[in-house]
């Protein structure tokens, strides 16, 4: 696996799924194969983009600001500088100004990552700052590795949080999580089905199901009613794509 590629995966696992996902792993990869060179227009977009955390946007932005080639005197973007402070705790700015020390030293992009990784995610996002506003004091190598770790660290908390809610033993959470994959499985099949003729079947269950899941919401039902609705769609999904000769195993 090639250095940008990891950098891509670690970046990608932190936002989340939609179509807003598809965009930045375009523009990611854009950037990556020297295809776009407007930093201040990727900044702009990033900016304004819904959903994405303050400190998704700052990663987002610190790679770009590394990957994209740019005039030296180039102005650095408040909104990565804000979401890179470490929430303005002191003690995460004192563990930052260690690292970045240690950063220093180290020329690889591994090395910088396993390094990076015995410090909380606030004091890596610190360290980031630091090299933000200093650009140019550490290997590019190890400011990527530093996102890496910073990434891993945001993706494992998210992980767990995921894990609970999964396995969580309340019905209505249980219930309301079933609903909410297969709206979510609906509209991909509506997304997938497109314009072709044959898509009209699809569209149809899709349809269907979302109005089932609407209709269980305003009404109110039993947290086991749910059981099966994500499955059957799924199901559905799969006959169809079959018959359009399309294998996706995405959505298992």
């Not at 396993?114 to 933000?132: D, F, K, N, R």
């Not at 200093?134 to 590019?140: S, Y």
Request: net charge positive; charged share 20%.
């Amino acid at each position: 696996m090639s250095l940008l590629t990891e950098v891509e995966t670690y970046v990608l696992s932190i936002i989340p799924s939609g179509p807003l996902k598809a965009e930045i792993a375009q523009r990611l990869e854009d950037v990556f194969a020297g295809k776009n060179a407007d930093l201040e227009a990727l900044m702009e977009w990033i900016k304004t983009r819904p959903i994405l955390s303050p400190l998704t946007k700052g990663i987002l932005g610190f790679v770009f600001t590394l990957t994209v080639p740019s005039e030296r005197g180039l102005q650095r973007r408040r909104f990565v500088q804000n979401a890179l402070n470490g929430n303005g705790d002191p003690n995460n700015m004192d563990k930052a100004v260690k690292l970045y020390k240690k950063l220093k030293r180290e020329m690889t992009f591994h090395g910088a990552k396993e390094v990076a990784l015995s410090y909380s995610t606030g004091a890596l996002a610190s360290c980031m700052g630091l090299i933000y506003n200093r650009m140019g004091t550490v290997t590019a190598e190890g400011a990527l590795g530093l996102v890496c770790a910073t990434c891993e660290q945001i993706a494992d908390a998210q992980h767990r949080s995921h894990r609970q809610m999964a396995t969580s033993t309340n019905p209505l959470i249980r219930h309301e999580n079933r609903m909410v994959l297969a709206s979510t499985t609906a509209k991909a099949m509506e997304q997938m089905a497109g314009s072709s003729e044959q898509a009209a079947e699809a569209m149809e269950v899709a349809s269907q199901a979302r109005q089932m899941v609407q209709a269980m919401r305003t009404v109110g039902t039993h947290p086991n009613s749910s059981t099966g609705l994500k499955d059957d769609l799924i199901e559905n999904l799969q006959a169809y794509q079959n018959r359009m000769g399309v294998q996706l195993q995405r959505f298992k």
